[in-house]
């Protein structure tokens, strides 16, 4: 199986920007899902001179396998199930699912309060909104975070990941005005095959990317 793999995150960030470039959009913004995609949008949102911030996703795990998403949840409330994948798989029924949310909201008001503090989340309306992760397997938590911006009514969406599933492009373009994806490999083993160095994104990287990306608008 012949695929790109990038060195990390920064570096796939840097290899969206010609097909990002290539883009028309009016008045942008770049969105990336923390923690992983925010490395990737700060690269995107450095070559565009455009603003850096984030949408706050919580992956919900299979029992058992956390890193199989069974769906996702977004800021203000939206949340997305794979209804075929959890169907499949033994042990999962309404409690679960509640008990996980329950869990995973908790998680996210704590990374928004720590990547936001005080500061309201963007107005998207009139603003052409470009969604950024590092990869999508399911595309669940990218489905999430569409939904939560869908409903902000923006001019436009756009998704832009270095790498993803057929499926999960195939869900997402259903979706979203335009899905930029550099590699659709099948079949698609994990998000974590296409980079040489794919360790985790820390929440003080993610502090310190937004307020780069903030100074940089700044003094330009």
Do not use: W
Not at 21 to 43: H, K, M, T
Not at 180 to 208: K, M, W
Request: with cysteine; charged share 25%.
């Amino acid at each position: 199986m012949n695929f790109r793999v990038f060195d990390d995150r920064h570096d796939a960030g840097k290899a969206l920007v010609p097909a990002m470039r290539r883009q028309s959009l009016n008045n942008p913004i770049i969105l990336g899902l923390p923690r992983g995609g925010v490395p990737v949008a700060y690269e995107v949102a450095l070559a565009l001179n455009a603003p850096l911030d984030t949408i706050t996703v919580r992956k919900l795990g299979a029992p058992f396998q956390p890193e199989l998403a069974i769906g996702a949840i977004a800021s203000g409330g939206t949340r997305v199930l794979n209804e075929e994948l959890i169907a499949q798989i033994p042990g999962i029924d309404d409690a679960y699912i509640e008990t996980l949310i329950a869990e995973e909201s908790q998680e996210m008001a704590r990374r928004e309060r720590l990547y936001r503090g005080d500061r309201p989340f963007p107005e998207l309306r009139q603003r052409d909104v470009v969604l950024v992760d590092d990869g999508m397997a399911t595309g669940a938590s990218m489905r999430a975070a569409a939904e939560a911006v869908l409903s902000r009514k923006p001019s436009k969406v756009l998704v832009a990941v270095p790498t993803a599933s057929d499926e999960a492009v195939r869900l997402l373009s259903e979706m979203v005005d335009e899905v930029i994806c550099l590699e659709t490999p099948s079949p698609f083993l994990a998000v974590g095959y296409f980079y040489r160095n794919f360790g985790q994104t820390t929440d003080e990287e993610v502090r310190r990317l937004l307020s780069q990306a903030h100074d940089n608008r700044s003094a330009a």
